[in-house]
């Protein structure tokens, strides 16, 4: 029986030759991680270019002024989105004048006044990271459930002797539950505009014998106004995009007319897609009309996204911030 | 006028009174501004005040459930949450046919089918939203993020339902030839097409771990004579778990309650199976699909609206987590992002 350590093996490799083994590992390593981690960020891009060349491929060809100008005829097989465009932006102002100033308000207290550790803060601050994770489709149902049968059904029973007017799905209804939803998004948007404003800008207002109120009127908030539009703009992207929270308060399949008030119904493009994708009884007939909706939809959403991109990037330049 | 702002400290309390400046005589603020600021607080409020009202208002249409005769008579908890044996079936089942002649309410297919779509939709998030958030973070050049890091949070704008449309005209038939799926619609592309929503999430939250790292974390690394690779594995990436698991968490949020995607592209089909190629039907495209067809405050609604209250809680419960996980983090990492 022979001792290990006599036993013959392989020489011993030179101290350069270890070296050399080790960088060679060293640099399959970072190739291997660089290269999978570039994948992942190619193939995600690819991904958003597909869908893009897809859809605008697809869809710039049956795109054109009636397209935007006209009703939809024969059974939603030919004809454009007008009702739908106005139907989405009366509902997205509606929605912006709604929640958008409750939006600013809520941030503007978080910011400039709330002390950071109360636990009417802490609660907000929860409230607020929460309501940004609640699904779309309980805010249909929140819609439904309060908006809809409980506000409306109350104002019918007040105003109009229980008469169905305001107690049913509404371009109202929509508006406000949308208002809620896209409110965390306002919230976020302006706090971090707030943040951005110079300390000693509030500091010389102040110096200057303004009371707290007036340099948050006049001095924070107008430095902060950029930040407030790109949450503003966020937040009608986001409300022109949803569907399922407009399902059961609002939204129609097809109306003949425009909207006539507040508490008719309403068509969208959003909706709109989702109706001529499923509920088409001739799915190839309306092809070139669902490419060319959700052509108008990207093309809305994308241009308003990259609006609130070049706004942020110009307000966190000017701050000097590093995000 | 403001006597009571003027009050001088006692001479004798304090020697070097005689040295301060004369105090500054500011007319106090005029009253209306207590009164908007007190309104900014009430408003500010009104978050909360809606999260109390989403819950209480959804869970106010399903407690009848609990109390009511008539829809018990129709659907218990139990008949929900339990397989039953219903006539013409062999063994006990839980079947979900809200509209037959004996509706049936049981919940399971409808949890298994949101567990197969978020399975599939997370197992191709994390990785890839992960990963490309290392590579943003770590690899790109400067001027390379600078065009790769909005475009993927361009991807978050897509509308869902561009998404669902997408995945029903175009995936649905890709992916039907590439795996000879039976039927089209299933959980794969469900879940893949509902992946494209979650991974900016992931991504946006990833990326901000990353470079929250501090430094000098990655200095001592490489100080040490580790190379890059083992840096990224063993230093970058323990030191971002936190927020790579908040991203996470808010990216499962997602999945979970995301249902136009779903509604459009899951074929929608009640089954209960273990085969991911099958059609599911997930909680969330079940209320939007049955919602509008149904009757006020019969037994149907009420059990839609006690599947919002479950998708909510649920919900909530992990972006609380979550959400404590990012301000932990944050904190931890003295706020550097």
């Known amino acids: 029986m022979t001792v290990a350590g006599s036993a013959p093996r392989a020489p011993r490799r030179t101290s350069a030759q270890r070296v050399l083994v080790r960088t060679m590992s060293n640099r399959l390593g970072d190739a291997a991680m660089a290269l999978s981690s570039g994948f992942a960020a190619l193939v995600v891009l690819a991904i958003l270019l597909l869908i893009l060349f897809d859809v605008v491929r697809n869809g710039v060809s049956h795109l054109s002024i009636t397209f935007l100008t006209e009703a939809p005829k024969e059974g939603m097989t030919a004809g454009g989105i007008f009702p739908a465009i106005v139907g989405m932006v009366e509902m997205v102002l509606l929605m912006t004048v709604a929640g958008v100033p409750v939006g600013v308000a809520t941030a503007v207290y978080l910011h400039e006044y709330a002390p950071a550790e109360a636990r009417l803060t802490r609660l907000i601050r929860i409230a607020v990271a929460n309501l940004a994770g609640v699904p779309s489709i309980v805010f249909g149902l929140f819609g439904l459930g309060f908006f809809v049968q409980f506000v409306g059904a109350g104002i019918d029973k007040v105003f109009f002797h229980g008469d169905k007017v305001y107690g049913q799905p509404a371009l109202i209804w929509a508006a406000l539950t949308m208002a809620v939803l896209t409110l965390p998004v306002v919230i976020v948007a302006t706090e971090e505009a707030l943040r951005a404003v110079p300390r000693e800008l509030r500091e010389a207002s102040l110096a200057l014998g303004a009371t707290k109120f007036q340099t948050v009127m006049h001095v924070v908030v107008p430095q902060a106004s950029a930040g407030i539009l790109t949450g503003m703009i966020l937040a009608v992207s986001r409300g022109a995009g949803e569907v399922a929270p407009i399902l059961f308060t609002g939204a129609a399949y097809f109306l003949p007319h425009l909207p006539k008030g507040l508490s008719s119904q309403f068509m969208t493009p959003s909706y709109h897609v989702y109706v001529l994708a499923t509920q088409s009884p001739d799915v190839d007939a309306t092809k070139p009309i669902l490419y060319s909706t959700v052509l108008v939809l990207l093309a809305l959403t994308f241009i308003l996204n990259i609006a609130a991109i070049v706004v942020r990037a110009r307000v966190r330049r000017q701050s000097g911030l590093q995000h | ?337």
């Open chain 2, 1 to 337: 006028m403001p006597a009571e702002r003027r009050k001088p400290t006692s001479s004798t309390t304090s020697r070097f009174a005689a040295a301060r400046p004369p105090r500054l005589e500011l007319a106090p603020a005029p009253k209306w501004h207590a009164i908007v600021e007190w309104g900014l607080r009430v408003l500010a409020a009104s978050a909360v005040l809606a999260i109390a009202l989403i819950l209480i208002f959804i869970a106010k249409e399903a407690a009848p459930l609990f109390y009511s005769g008539a829809i018990r008579h129709e659907v218990t908890l139990a008949k929900m949450w339990f397989s039953q044996l219903w006539p013409g079936y062999d063994e006990a089942a839980s079947v979900w046919q809200p509209v037959s002649e004996i509706p049936k309410f049981g919940v399971w297919p409808l949890i298994i089918g949101t567990l197969k779509v978020t399975i599939v939709s997370m197992a191709v998030a994390v990785p890839f939203g992960v990963g490309s958030a290392l590579y943003v973070s770590q690899y790109a050049k400067p001027r390379t993020r600078e065009i790769v890091k909005p475009l993927i949070e361009l991807l978050a704008g897509i509308p869902s339902v561009v998404l669902g449309f997408f995945a029903l005209i175009v995936m649905a038939t890709w992916f039907q030839s590439w795996f000879g799926f039976e039927s089209r619609l299933n959980a794969v592309v469900s879940g893949v097409a509902l992946s494209i929503a979650v991974i900016p999430v992931i991504f946006t939250l990833s990326e901000e771990a990353f470079r929250a790292v501090p430094r000098s974390y990655v200095e001592a690394s490489t100080a040490l004579g580790a190379a890059r690779w083992q840096t990224i594995l063993r230093v970058l990436l323990p030191a971002a778990s936190p927020g790579i698991a908040a991203g996470v968490a808010l990216g499962l949020g997602r999945a979970i309650g995301e249902t136009m995607i779903v509604l459009m592209a899951s074929g929608n089909a009640a089954i209960v199976s273990a085969n991911f190629a099958d059609s599911v039907r997930t909680i969330s495209a079940t209320i939007a699909a049955e919602l509008a067809e149904v009757v006020f405050g019969e037994a149907h609604y009420t059990v839609l609206f006690f599947l919002g209250t479950l998708l909510f809680l649920a919900t909530f419960a992990i972006n609380t987590v979550g959400d404590w996980t990012i301000r932990r983090m944050k904190a931890k990492l003295g706020g550097a992002s």
